[in-house]
């Protein structure tokens, strides 16, 4: 049984670029929230979906948005890059409504 | 949601007993009290969940006293491979597996 799957595993992209990351949750998950995390500090949460709408969002700007497809995978797109928002882009899934989380190795992202 | 403080830092040897205690004296009624392991450039995984008194698996023990303002994660005969940030959570229901709010961990470091 495949845990969760992001791609890619890194990528560097320049200041001002669009990038966009994806995730396969775990078979049978229906819920997929992202994280980002900061070298050295804790992971924080970004959003999360559920039935392909965006059902929470953390204290991150309208420049970081997502997606999620009707077979549960998802993506997350952010505009305008920033130097600051280098970091790993870690996704997240359970089975909804409020279970154990699952999390992906994560993305790595360098902007430059 | 409930903040938590735990140590930045621990320090054990290999076969020892490592115990983290984590403080969280606003935790609601309804939280739930998670800890997860991350190892360097991979995802949190989950290890062990509980509402008060002790829960153990095949992992750890949780402890948790009758006001259940702390909690203390104990990981018994900790090898080299334990090392890792161990993050304190707190949250509402079962899992809380919604929205995860990391802290800054603890960093244990096992030495032979």
């Known amino acids: 049984d495949a845990g969760v799957t992001q791609s890619p595993t890194h990528l560097i992209k320049t200041r001002g670029q669009q990038v966009t990351l994806r995730c396969s949750p775990k078979s049978g998950h229906d819920t997929v929230s992202w994280y980002q995390q900061a070298l050295g500090q804790g992971p924080q949460f970004i959003f999360q979906y559920y039935e392909e709408e965006e059902r929470q969002r953390g204290n991150f700007p309208d420049r970081f948005s997502g997606h999620q497809f009707p077979n549960y995978s998802s993506e997350l797109n952010v505009n305008a890059l920033l130097l600051g928002d280098s970091a790993l882009y870690l996704c997240a899934s359970s089975p909804y409504p409020r279970t154990e989380a699952f999390f992906g190795q994560g993305t790595r992202l360098t902007v430059v | 949601l409930a903040k938590t403080t735990q140590p930045i830092s621990m320090d054990s040897y290999e076969g020892q007993e490592v115990n983290i205690t984590c403080s969280h004296n606003n935790i609601a009624t309804n939280d739930y009290i998670t800890w997860y392991q991350q190892f360097p450039s991979q995802g949190p995984r989950f290890i062990i969940q509980?509402?008060?008194t002790k829960v153990t698996n095949e992992v750890a023990s949780l402890f948790i006293p009758a006001d259940r303002k702390s909690s203390t994660l104990s990981l018994p005969r900790v090898s080299l491979s334990d090392t890792a940030v161990y993050y304190c959570?707190?949250?509402?229901?079962?899992?809380?597996?919604?929205?995860?709010?990391f802290g800054g961990g603890t960093r244990v470091l096992v030495k032979p």
């Open positions: 509980g509402y008060k």
């Open positions: 959570l707190v949250g509402e229901g079962p899992a809380a597996g919604n929205k995860l709010t």
